[in-house]
């Protein structure tokens, strides 16, 4: 039989004990500072210069500033308490609470951070309450997670997916002169690694990231001895932006995080911004710490397989019955809401269309697509099933919309009706349908509406700047460095031309639509022509120009309908978008829909074209993506 969890607590350390692993936390900070594990003393680095250990932090700013960066803020409770305490469990908590003392010291907002041990289980699970009163003055929370930095000398091998697993370079490779420091500080050319087979490659974190939808479990694996250290979360309902969303996962130094609230491939529109007084209460978590280990050492990669094993046994038993906090809702204390959806395109069929795949989710009543970026609530996602039918379960009480869109069908559904959810309540709202924009017949469309620029062409690196991993995995390509620089290569002498009929939009439609360097530093606005042919130029209506955006980061599209493309723009984005996803290897960031009306008279019979101007030339990062584009005829 395993042996009963134990905690002994000292004057400022305690250790948590199942027989299995030894957990230390300092007194009463709550700082992790000790994992013992297989003979490992500790797994955990504690020698850094700045971050050591495993630890709550977060990121935030004073009220009205802008931009995504503030403050870091490493939460070290002030109480400590013992919530749980007995053979089968222990639960602690860490609490820091706010007050005007310590204003501008630290954010406004009061914290309990907490750590459960169970019986027989190898790991701990950590979550914490983040809580706000009417006393606390307004400020922005840019960013929320927590961390473990593990042993450089030991975890140096990294795994997030089946095919997402390498060896990673060591910290001191990014620092000159071993390294050096390319366009953005997390991107850094190796060139004297300590190991030689990292010479020559690039290393970025956000080379690892990864959607909401798909980051359950990542960590690290030490080959001597042989253990994985793993971060498993096996829910997304405390995570910010939905389930397309994408976060950072591990990196060097080792590192391996949870990130509950970020601006990552998002921007500005995620920082969650608090009002004077605004009260807010959330529980980011639980999250689980797994380890485990192996004795052959010509088996230490199953250490992987093993963890995604465990991963689904955690998302099996979510919600979990364990946590105290009577802030965590219980299976018996959450609801669900059940329907059926349709998309009704009369363009495509006279009969309404079973939303099969459709992504479904429960978040804060907003607008279409509000979800997004809202980040102050909980979110609920499934994906309907081939006729169409969802089921949303363990949602906690509150007020919803239901949002959805379908692979296939471009823009946002949103249901008017306010979703009630009650603890036990089975909502079923029936039928639902969906009618995406449209006025009439489609007469030519560039890519897929699925949300993402993956369809078109993603050049190869430029060989100087490669990171070796993504070299065989066409499906992440994108992730390289570079690439944007890859577009004025292409296309030296004059900007991207699509003929339409005769193009291939996954080998002649360049990923982002960026800038073009002309100078050291400086950088001039590109300009894509589509080029179609219209037989006749129907008279009795407006033809309609929809263009769906994958991303967007500081830029102005423009669109302009043919006399060489000069001229006032037919339509301007004005700014927008601030995701970052162009520098940060992304594929999609923040989607977008704009609907453009062309009358008639700016069309000819023959040739037209279609001019896209990025017209923001401030820096190399700055551009859009497309999802798709679709010209209409007149209804």
């Excluded at 606390?136 to 929370?141: E, S």
Aim: proline share 5%; with cysteine; glycine share 8%.
């Amino acid at each position: 039989m395993s042996a009963s969890v134990k905690l002994t607590v000292e004057d400022d350390e305690m250790v948590l004990d199942n027989g299995l692993l030894q957990l230390t936390l300092t007194n009463p900070e709550g700082h992790v500072v000790g994992i013992s594990y297989n003979g490992l003393n500790n797994l955990l680095e504690l020698n850094n210069p700045e971050l050591n250990g495993g630890f709550w932090d977060l990121n935030w700013s004073e009220a009205g500033s802008s931009g995504t960066r503030g403050k870091f803020d490493v939460i070290n409770g002030t109480e400590f308490k013992v919530v749980v305490e007995n053979e089968e469990q222990v639960e602690i908590s860490f609490t820091r609470r706010w007050d005007r003392s310590l204003l501008g010291e630290h954010s406004p907002l009061s914290i309990d951070k907490r750590f459960i041990m169970l019986r027989g289980l190898c790991g701990f699970y950590s979550y914490a309450i983040y809580q706000r009163d009417e006393a606390m003055p307004a400020f922005n929370l840019n960013e929320a997670r927590i961390a473990f930095m593990l042993k450089k000398e030991k975890f140096g091998y990294m795994a997030m997916s089946d095919d997402r697993q390498r060896s990673l370079p060591r910290p001191e490779d990014r620092v000159p002169p071993r390294g050096k420091e390319l366009a953005f500080p997390e991107a850094v050319l190796l060139v004297d690694p300590i190991e030689p087979e990292f010479k020559g490659e690039v290393d970025d974190k956000y080379q690892y990231s990864c959607e909401n939808k798909d980051n359950k479990v990542h960590g690290f694996i030490c080959f001597e001895p042989s253990v994985g250290f793993w971060q498993i979360t096996p829910s997304n309902e405390f995570r910010t932006g939905g389930p397309l969303k994408q976060d950072l996962t591990s990196h060097v130094n080792p590192t391996t995080l949870a990130m509950f609230v970020s601006t990552h491939y998002g921007g500005e529109d995620l920082v969650i911004k608090f009002g004077e007084g605004e009260k807010w209460k959330k529980v980011f978590g639980p999250v689980f710490i797994y380890l485990n280990s192996v004795v052959d050492k010509n088996d230490t990669v199953s250490l992987w397989d093993d963890a995604k094993l465990q991963m689904k046994k955690e998302v099996d038993k979510w919600p979990y019955s364990f946590p105290a906090s009577q802030d965590f809702p219980h299976i018996d204390q959450r609801g669900s809401v059940a329907g059926r959806l349709y998309a009704q395109d009369r363009c495509i069929s006279e009969e309404k269309i079973a939303a099969k795949g459709a992504y479904v989710g429960l978040a804060a009543p907003g607008k279409d697509g509000s979800f997004q970026k809202e980040a102050k609530g909980y979110q609920f996602w499934v994906n309907a099933d081939e006729d169409g039918y969802f089921n949303i379960t363990n949602v906690h009480p509150g007020d919803y919309n239901i949002y959805a869109w379908i692979p296939g069908f471009i823009g946002d559904y949103r249901c008017d009706k306010a979703i009630v959810v009650t603890a036990g309540s089975e909502i079923n709202v029936g039928d639902l349908v969906y009618a995406p924009p449209r006025n009439g017949p489609t007469l030519w469309e560039i890519g897929i509406p699925d949300r993402s620029a993956a369809e078109f062409y993603v050049p190869d690196p430029n060989p100087m700047y490669i990171n070796k991993l993504f070299i065989n995995l066409p499906k992440h390509r994108f992730r390289q460095y570079g690439l944007w620089e890859r577009y004025a290569d292409l296309y030296p002498n004059q900007d991207l031309v699509y003929t339409v009929g005769t193009s291939d939009y996954r080998k002649d439609w360049f990923y982002a639509h960026v800038t073009r360097k002309v100078g050291e530093n400086a950088y001039k606005g590109a300009t894509w022509q589509i080029r179609f042919k219209l037989e006749n130029v129907e008279q009795s209506g407006n033809y309609t120009l929809r263009i769906a955006l994958a991303s967007a980061t500081f830029s102005i599209l423009e669109v302009r309908i043919n006399k060489n493309g000069e001229g006032d723009a037919l339509f301007s984005s004005g700014l927008i978008g601030s995701d970052n996803t162009i520098a940060r290897h992304g594929i999609h960031g923040v989607y977008w829909l704009f609907n453009v009306e062309i009358e008639s008279s700016l069309l000819v019979e023959g040739d037209n074209i279609i001019y896209l101007t990025q017209a923001r030339n401030v820096s190399a990062l700055h551009g859009v993506m497309y999802d798709y584009i679709r010209f209409e005829a007149p209804s």
